[in-house]
């Protein structure tokens, strides 16, 4: 999964995604989600080390069938939160 970590201001922003959806583009109603290279394009981490990195943010945007499983799995993302756009699985968590 490609993992990347923005900073703004006090804010640590963890984008997350599986590897295969990067720089594509998801429609389902008037829903769009692009997995922007810019955005998500960083490492490329195994779940131990994700995991790590969802310990140290302040907000998270994740996309894709692995990524989200795995932060249902570690008790940031509740099951009937995730959206579903193109088929595509996505979050958004805020850590307050």
């Known amino acids: 999964m490609y993992v990347r970590i923005h900073t703004k201001g006090d804010e640590r922003i963890l984008a997350a995604c599986d590897e295969d ?3 594509k583009t998801f429609r389902g109603g008037k ?3 692009t ?3 810019n955005f998500y394009n960083g490492e490329v981490l195994g779940k131990e080390a994700f ?3 969802m310990k140290s ?3 998270m ?7 989200v499983s795995i932060a249902i799995d570690e008790g ?11 088929g595509v699985k996505h979050a ?3 850590i307050m």
Do not use: D, K, Y
């Not at 945007?61 to 990524?67: K, R, S, Y």
């Open 61 to 67: 945007n994740l996309v894709g069938e692995e990524v």
């Open 51 to 53: 995991v790590e990195r």
């Open 76 to 86: 940031h993302v509740s099951p009937e939160n995730v959206m579903v756009i193109g």
């Open 35 to 37: 997995v922007s290279e």
């Open 21 to 23: 959806l990067l720089g």
């Open 31 to 33: 829903a769009v989600l």
């Open 92 to 94: 958004q968590v805020v």
């Open 57 to 59: 943010v302040t907000i």
